[in-house]
């Protein structure tokens, strides 16, 4: 039974994320919406800042957003989103190829059972993050492994998913470079040299579930925090590949806290990823969660 379409969809898509799969799904997913009663405008990307752009600008007739694509596509949209000045329920179909956030959510990768969760689903106010003037869903990282994912071909990540990162990473590991950086959260400064660092809302990070820490809730106000120390011979470097592989993320090699806010000072221009795209170079970077700032469908209050 069809319901009158009383409501609006902005569908935005990229066509080529995850061995470009949205391609046989589309017409089932255009039909889930409107037997829910939704008149749909569908805008497919075709490059970065597509969807950012088209998120941003639109206008405020809309009764949901509604993006599909991998990690990089959710960012813009929610890029876009913080930028238009006004929200919109968000509605997010999995279709990259390790899509953290999405599992992190409990949002399924079935592509049809994802747009009914949309429709069925309820709303739930979660953090994201500011990166001086950028924007970011789950993640922002330096140092090793970050440089990866967006120098990773997408035909290779498509093909080998999570592992595309971490074939790419090891190649990385010798020499491993580290950056002396000032790190201030709260009342606490640390200065020390990092090979890596990470500040996430998320319960995975490049596929691996737990390696963001315990008991983490999306819409807590702090992100977590992990920061690993320059391994001083090969056998700290082993014990700091083992503690990742291990999920025990807590050693003497690393710094690990919760914050809302932090402040990180380099003494050389430092390479970022945002959501695993490229956030820039950056010496001077104040990051701070904004707490219940996008409301995204998923299935339970």
Excluded at 111 to 117: E, F, R, S
Aim: aromatic fraction near 10%; glycine fraction near 10%.
């Amino acid at each position: 039974m069809r319901f009158p379409l009383d409501k609006k969809i902005l569908f935005v898509y990229n066509p080529k994320s995850g061995k470009a799969k949205i391609r046989n799904k589309l017409a089932d997913i255009l039909d889930i919406f409107t037997e829910a009663g939704f008149e749909v405008t569908t805008c497919p990307t075709g490059k970065r800042g597509d969807a950012m752009k088209l998120i941003a600008g639109r206008k405020p007739i809309y009764d949901m957003v509604v993006c599909s694509g991998g990690d990089g596509t959710l960012d813009e949209v929610v890029t876009g989103m913080m930028r238009s000045g006004f929200q919109t329920p968000l509605g997010y179909i999995p279709a990259g190829s390790t899509n953290d956030f999405g599992g992190s959510l409990a949002l399924s990768n079935n592509m049809l059972t994802a747009a009914g969760q949309i429709v069925k689903g309820y709303n739930f106010p979660c953090d994201v993050g500011s990166f001086n003037d950028d924007i970011f869903v789950y993640i922002a990282a330096f140092g090793i492994f970050t440089e990866v994912s967006y120098e990773t071909d997408q035909a290779m990540k498509n093909v080998l998913g999570h592992m595309a990162y971490l074939l790419e990473g090891m190649k990385r590991l010798s020499p491993v470079k580290s950056y002396h950086m000032k790190v201030s959260y709260e009342d606490k400064v640390i200065e020390d040299d990092f090979i890596f660092g990470m500040v996430t809302n998320s319960l995975s990070v490049g596929g691996f579930k737990n390696i963001t820490g315990k008991n983490v809730l999306l819409d807590d106000g702090v992100f977590e925090v992990t920061l690993i120390k320059e391994p001083k011979n090969a056998g700290e470097l082993n014990q700091i590949m083992v503690s990742l592989m291990n999920r025990d993320i807590d050693t003497k090699m690393m710094y690990c806290f919760r914050t809302a806010s932090m402040r990180i000072e380099s003494t050389e221009d430092l390479a970022w990823t945002l959501d695993g795209e490229n956030g820039g170079m950056h010496r001077d970077v104040y990051i701070e969660n904004k707490h219940k700032a996008v409301e995204i469908r998923v299935t339970k209050k």
